[in-house]
């Protein structure tokens, strides 16, 4: 049961132009939301997160934005730069019950070309 | 600060054995927890142990146990390996608080292929 997805499996964007990466999710419980990057041959590293009390989150080039209503979340960065290119994994947990547990969608990957 | 590692980074196994995968948790991090990465998909929460003990499992079966040490480093055991045991498994450690726990910081995952 897939309750964290990530419909676009790969993103293509020029150096400077922003990226757009969406998430989905079906349990109206989590309460918190991550974003994660991961290099190849490294583990994920902590992007920025988002409190469901919150629509909005930022830090420097990158903004989290958050639609209980439809629960949709999206991570914008801006601009692109070559280094950003990863896969982006969107994670959710429900914080007053096993908060430890994230549940992670399949990944974006993010190519971003001169 | 010293990051999470894990160890070893490769391992080959056959079906039917057992294998055993280590992680050295962040300094100051009191929590570990293990997910397992199968090709294309996102990692998926196998348990978490707190301070020695196990608190919360996702959906795997028994043969999947775990350990958590005294200075915080971590075991996954695996018995009677399967061939869809084949994945990357990574480790994750966090701070808990009274506020919980949320920022897991990922070690570089041991890859783990059953034959």
């Known amino acids: 049961d897939q309750q964290v997805k990530q419909n676009s499996p790969s993103l293509s964007v020029q150096e400077g132009r922003i990226s757009i990466l969406n998430c989905d999710y079906t349990?109206?419980?989590?309460?918190?939301f991550l974003w994660y990057k991961k290099y190849p041959a490294e583990g994920p590293t902590f992007l920025i997160s988002i409190s469901s009390i919150k629509d909005k989150n930022e830090d420097g080039r990158f903004t989290v934005f958050l639609n209980k209503s439809a629960k949709h979340l999206s991570l914008h960065i801006v601009p692109s730069q070559p280094g950003d290119s990863a896969v982006y994994f969107c994670?959710?947990?429900?914080?007053?019950?096993?908060?430890?547990?994230?549940?992670f969608g399949a990944g974006t990957q993010v190519v971003v070309t001169p | 600060e010293t990051g999470v590692t894990q160890s070893p980074t490769h391992l080959i196994k056959t079906r039917g054995q057992q294998v055993t995968l280590r992680c050295s948790s962040q300094?100051?991090?009191?929590?570990v927890s293990w997910y397992q990465q199968a090709l294309g998909q996102g990692p998926q929460f196998i348990f978490q142990y707190y301070r020695e003990e196990e608190n919360g499992r996702g959906n795997f079966p028994p043969r999947f146990s775990g350990l958590q040490f005294p200075n915080y480093s971590s075991e996954l055991n695996v018995n009677a390996l399967e061939l869809d045991d084949s994945a990357l498994y990574l480790c994750?450690?966090?701070?808990?608080?009274?506020?919980?726990?949320?920022?897991?910081?990922f070690g570089p995952g041991t890859r783990l292929t059953v034959t």
């Open positions: 994750a450690s966090s701070l808990a608080t009274g506020l919980g726990s949320y920022e897991q910081y």
């Open positions: 300094s100051g991090h009191n929590t």
């Open positions: 994670a959710a947990s429900l914080t007053t019950d096993s908060w430890g547990k994230l549940q």
């Open positions: 349990n109206s419980m989590f309460d918190y």
